[in-house]
């Protein structure tokens, strides 16, 4: 990938994810994917309350954190996760099994 292809301005992630995975570590964080862009950082993890959480930060801006409880999540099957994010419409949006779970605006 060319450097500067995904910034903090506008983006999409998108991933797949086995429910059993997310309760491996039941107790504990479990990190799914950390990406640190030229303006600002997205961290995608499970945290310790077994929510789905997104830390979304923007270089000398500050910090937004979005989340859904995913103690529920059948351990059988895969799940979609999704984050779309636009700075312009000052919307960052967290998706699960695609419906809409959780909303932001910006840090500011």
Do not use: C
């Not at 994810?17 to 950082?41: P, Q, S, Y």
Request: aromatic residues 8%; glycine residues 8%; hydrophobic residues 30%.
């Amino acid at each position: 990938m060319k450097k500067g292809n995904v910034t903090i301005k506008e983006g999409t992630i998108s991933f797949w994810l086995k429910a059993e995975e997310i309760n491996l570590a039941e107790g504990k964080n479990v990190r799914f994917g950390l990406a640190h862009l030229e303006d600002g950082t997205i961290e995608i993890y499970k945290d310790k309350n077994q929510k789905l959480t997104v830390d979304f930060s923007v270089k000398g801006t500050g910090k937004t954190q979005l989340s859904h409880d995913v103690s529920n999540a059948k351990p059988q099957d895969r799940h979609m996760v999704a984050l779309t994010w636009n700075q312009s419409d000052n919307e960052i949006t967290l998706y699960f099994d695609g419906d809409e779970r959780d909303k932001s605006e910006f840090p500011k």
